[in-house]
């Protein structure tokens, strides 16, 4: 039967529905319920396959979408689960947590007027689905080699450098600080956007593969860099950025303000009883004022009001429309009964007389010339200073490099702001200045995304690959 090319106008898109509003005030697990096979079969049905795929562009790891939409439409989930794995490694997690909008779907041609393939979703129903099934990657081609790599940090880019780097029979060992594989997909991303049993069933494929993790291994402390390069034929460095950005505010350090990482950390250890160094902050019963607009900030209101928070604002001091968060999650924030103040920046934190926190200066901004990045710089406006009340305040300014010492002392070479310098373009794709060291993810590209720092990550081992001439 000719395929109707007039589907999209004939079947609108639809999202994966949420679960209800009650529930997602109060309970941490995803709110974005299963797709049917037969919703996925229709919508992936509404992809055009133009003949320049521009969400493919788009897509940093440049996934086949028209490719495996037409599989998933077919109903044939493992065939299309193998592809997505040929560019992704983790794609039930970018599934989940890619800001869409920005990126496969906002490129979409049917985003102009008939609302974009909801190609995130089956992404993420494809794989979860293949899973289910039984359908695990296939390495028994994989002709092995006695090359070895080691990879600090087991965040998105580590583990996708890990993955191809196994794929092409290569050793790959996995060292990191934390008790649990994920980075920032495990200790900072909520599980109401990705629950943990994604990272625990993906560790799990990752071992079967020949992936092998070192946990609460933290270099430079309980194994040297030193050994690791004299024992490995390359290094990955996959560290992540962690230094938080401070906004220089007064009383910024006054009981009732909280850093937004070790806040939302705290929380995910309380949820599923792990032990790091951050306590669990409970925010019941009190009035939140999150100072920040981009992700970080939007998974601290929405885990304030989840903690039974009595009122919950963000204050951004730019416009809606030059927020950094993604827009489905200001959404999601925005229907979970978060406040939204734009245009107003901190001044500093007002304390009562206990030197607790009672609330928050802020100024009126207008929006001046573009930076640039494009995004408009916020002008104070004189005389416009108002106090938010609050009994919490969470900064979420974002996070700046933080390159540890034995780094330094390597010589290996980083910019300005600390970054680490190893470019797609160096002679191996992502070799810093010193040959047998590798880089990629945050800690290259500064505070960034899941897809990019896996991008980054399968960049690396192709570089390394190269480099080894496997
Ligand atoms: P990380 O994920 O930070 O991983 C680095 C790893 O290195 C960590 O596990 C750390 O423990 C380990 N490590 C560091 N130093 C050492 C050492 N010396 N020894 C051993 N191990 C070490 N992006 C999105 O696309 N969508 C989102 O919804 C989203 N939400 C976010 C929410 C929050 C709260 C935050 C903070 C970020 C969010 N991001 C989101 C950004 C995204 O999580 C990061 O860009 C991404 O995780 C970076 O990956 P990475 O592998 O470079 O670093
Ligand atoms: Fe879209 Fe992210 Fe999937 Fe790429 S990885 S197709 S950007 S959801």
């Known amino acids: 039967m000719a395929q109707n090319v007039y589907q999209f106008i004939d079947v609108k898109r639809i999202d994966p529905p949420k679960r209800s509003h009650s529930e997602r005030t109060i309970e941490f697990v995803e709110i974005y319920q299963p797709m049917t096979n037969t919703q996925v079969e229709g919508q992936a ?97 994989v002709i092995k080699t006695d090359r070895r790599v080691a990879v600090i940090g087991a965040g998105p880019a580590g583990l996708a450098c890990a993955d191809v780097l196994v794929r092409n029979g290569v050793s790959p060992v996995v060292f990191d600080r934390y008790p649990q594989i994920g980075g920032l997909l495990t200790f900072g991303i909520p599980p109401f956007k990705l629950e943990k049993e994604v990272l625990s069933r993906r560790r799990d494929i990752f071992e079967s593969m020949g992936i092998e993790f070192r946990l609460n291994t933290n270099v430079g402390v309980d194994v040297s860099f030193d050994s690791l390069l004299d024992e490995y034929d390359a290094v990955f460095l996959a560290l992540g950025t962690y230094t938080p950005m401070k906004g220089g505010l007064v009383n910024e350090d006054a009981p009732g303000v909280y850093e937004a990482l070790p806040f939302l950390i705290g929380n995910i250890n309380n949820l599923m009883g792990w032990q790091t160094e951050h306590p669990y902050v409970s925010l019941k019963d009190k009035t939140v004022v999150v100072l920040g607009g981009g992700d970080t900030a939007m998974d601290c209101v929405r885990t304030s009001i989840r903690q039974g928070a009595t009122k919950v604002s963000c204050a951004y001091r730019r416009d809606e429309a030059n927020m950094p968060g993604s827009r489905k999650e200001v959404q999601n924030a925005r229907e979970e009964g978060v406040e939204f103040l734009f245009n107003l920046q901190p001044l500093g934190i007002e304390v009562d007389s206990e030197g607790k926190v009672c ?112």
Request: with cysteine; hydrophobic share 35%.
């Open 359 to 470: 609330g928050v200066k802020v100024v009126r901004t207008e929006l001046g010339a573009p930076d640039a990045k494009g995004r408009r710089s916020p002008e104070p406006v004189a005389g416009s200073e108002q106090v938010l009340p609050a009994d919490a305040v969470i900064i979420a300014f974002g996070f700046q490099p933080s390159p540890p010492q034995w780094l330094i002392d390597m010589g290996v070479e980083l910019d300005s702001k600390g970054r680490v310098v190893a470019s797609e373009q160096s002679p191996y794709a992502l070799q810093t200045n010193q040959q047998k060291i590798f880089a990629g993810g945050d800690m290259v590209l500064g505070s960034d995304l899941v897809v990019t720092a896996i991008a980054q990550g399968r960049k690396a081992a192709e570089g390394m690959l190269d480099y080894l001439q496997v």
């Open 45 to 141: 049905d509404r992809c055009l396959d133009c003949g320049n795929p521009y969400c493919e562009w788009k897509c940093p790891v440049h996934n086949y979408i028209p490719q495996w939409l037409k599989l998933a439409n077919e109903g044939k989930i493992i065939e299309a689960a193998e592809l997505s794995h040929k560019t992704n490694s983790l794609p039930e997690v970018c599934g989940r947590v890619c800001p869409q909008d920005r990126l496969c779907e906002g490129a979409c041609t049917l985003d102009e007027g008939f609302g974009a393939v909801t190609i995130g979703s089956i992404e993420k129903y494809i794989n979860d689905k293949a899973f289910e099934m039984g359908w695990r990657p296939d390495l028994s081609a």
